[in-house]
C-alpha cells in the first residue's frame, strides 16, 4: 500500500527560482524537514544555508550544476560540483550541453558527464543529468539517456523547469524504457498536484521535482487518512 511517506521520499523540494530571498530559501528548508522529503534542491550558494538548517535530520541536500542551460565549460561544471560538494552537497543535478548534444556531439556528452560523475562518485555523491527534454525528440531523448548510463551517471531527469516544458509522461516512458533499472528517473517541471506525483511514478519516475510540496504531501495525508491513496 502507498503511503505518505513514500511520496514525501520522491519529492526533491525545488527552492530554484531566481527571485527567491534567504528568508524564503529558510522557510523552504524548514518546509522541507517539516515534511521530512528525500531532499532539497538549492542554488550552490545556498548549500551552507541548507546544510545548516538540516542538519540531523535524513533530508539531503541537492545543488544544481551548469544551470540552466547547460553551456559552461566542462572544466567549471567540474570546479563547481568539487565546491557545492565541500559545502555540504551529497547530490549534483548537472544540466549537459544541450547545444552539443543537438549538434550529435556525443563524445563531448558523454565525456562531460563522465567527468561529473567521476567527482561525485569519488566523493560517493550521486548525479542526476537534465536532459532538457523540450528541446528534444524521442531519437535525441533515448540518445541522452544512453550517454548518460555510459557515462554511470545514478539518474536521468527531465527538465530544468525553466525551459519551454516541462515532464510528460510520454518522455518519462521512453527515459525508462531507455535506461537499465540502476538509472533512475525524476521528473521536473508541472509536478504540481498528487495525481501529477502518481502520474508519474507509474510512468517510471522515482523522483520528482516540486515547489508544490505542502499541497501534495497535504493531499496525500488526507487521502490516505481515508483510506483512498492508491497506485495509478
Request: net charge negative; glycine share 6%; hydrophobic share 40%.
Amino acid at each position: 500500500m502507498i503511503t505518505t511517506h513514500d511520496i514525501a521520499k520522491m519529492i526533491d523540494h525545488s527552492l530554484l527560482r531566481p527571485n527567491l530571498t534567504t528568508e524564503q530559501v529558510r522557510e523552504g528548508l524548514k518546509l522541507a524537514k517539516a515534511y521530512e522529503t528525500v531532499s532539497v534542491c538549492v542554488h550552490p550558494a545556498d548549500v551552507r544555508l541548507a546544510v545548516e538548517i538540516l542538519a540531523g535530520t535524513e533530508v539531503k541536500v541537492t545543488t544544481v550544476i551548469g544551470f540552466p542551460h547547460g553551456a559552461h565549460t566542462t572544466k567549471v561544471k567540474v570546479y563547481e560540483a568539487e565546491e557545492a560538494m565541500a559545502d555540504g552537497a551529497v547530490e549534483l543535478d548537472m544540466v549537459i550541453n544541450i547545444g552539443r548534444l543537438l549538434s550529435h556531439d556525443y563524445a563531448y556528452v558523454q565525456e562531460e558527464i563522465k567527468a561529473l560523475v567521476d567527482v561525485a562518485h569519488a566523493k560517493h555523491a550521486l548525479v542526476k543529468v537534465i536532459l532538457e527534454n523540450c528541446y528534444l525528440d524521442d531519437n535525441l531523448i533515448r540518445k541522452a539517456c544512453e550517454l548518460s548510463e555510459a557515462a554511470g551517471a545514478d539518474f536521468v531527469k527531465t527538465s530544468t523547469g525553466f525551459g519551454t516544458g516541462g515532464a510528460t509522461i510520454h518522455d518519462l516512458q521512453i527515459m525508462r524504457a531507455s535506461c537499465s533499472p540502476k538509472v533512475q528517473i525524476k521528473a521536473a517541471g508541472g509536478v504540481r498536484t498528487l495525481d501529477a506525483a502518481l502520474d508519474v511514478r507509474a510512468a517510471g519516475a522515482s523522483r520528482f521535482g516540486a515547489t508544490a510540496t505542502k499541497t501534495i504531501l497535504d493531499e496525500c495525508r488526507q487521502r490516505e487518512q481515508a483510506g483512498t491513496l492508491k497506485e495509478k
